[in-house]
């Protein structure tokens, strides 16, 4: 994989017949406490951050995959205007990349959280893909999207996928239960490189890689979301494909490696 294209919130790539762009909707801060051992106890925090109020700053990012055929497939697409104001800056990134909201026609859920799904509409309220054709999600979170009410005039473009559905030419679902329900990552096979898309199976770059046994307050189910965190990572490490989180440091997308009991995650950029 290349790198092609270098702004402040936007990455681009080249990989075969596929052009991979990395976007930014902003960040998240978080309390750092959320991060929990396997028995449940709070995760030991570096000296840095062992002090009361101490925060995590998570990345939101974006995936926009453009085939040979100029489809734009966006996997996830940030937070709208439903959180915080340091999110909700997808469209302000495409526009420093020259992309128009307009190209996207597919826009692949990984699940239902806002800070996915909510971009659909800017904080303005305007629906941001002017084309959209399909919003692919996991059949098992397609309720779960149909009760957020701002986003019900959507519900006719849904189209529900399962594990290992084609979405197409080289791109694949992936079920990557635990986080949340329905939650599901993306494969890309280019031709020259594997990526995976894995949505929030990790949330602390920092900490999840050395130590994936790590889980997140907010994943639905602790036990499963760890033995996925667990195998995603041994098989990427084994397979030496690229991954790509939402919530890894930006742009998001690197190698790993095994590094003693855990592995080293190595940035794109």
Known sequence: MIITTRHANALGCVSGSWRIWSLSDGYADMPANLLKEPDGRVHAL???LDQAG???RLSVNC???IGPNAEGILIDCGAGGSWD???GHLEAAMAEAGIDPASVTTVAMTHTHSDHINGLLTPDGRELFT?????????DAVEQFRA???LQRFAKLLAPVSDGERLADGLVAVAMPGHARGHMGYRLSTGEDDLLFCGDVIHVHAAQFARPELT??????????RATRIRLLRQ????HSWLAGAHMTWPGIGRIAADGPGYAFVPVA
């Open 148 to 150: 957020e009410k701002p």
């Open 46 to 48: 570096p000296r840095s």
């Open 131 to 139: 084309n959209l054709g399909r919003i692919v999600i996991a059949s």
């Open 63 to 65: 995936f926009l995959l």
């Open 216 to 225: 997140w307050t907010y994943d639905d189910n602790q036990t499963i979301a």
């Open 236 to 239: 990427a490490a084994d397979a």
């Open 85 to 87: 104001p340091t999110m």
């Open 54 to 56: 101490a925060m995590l």
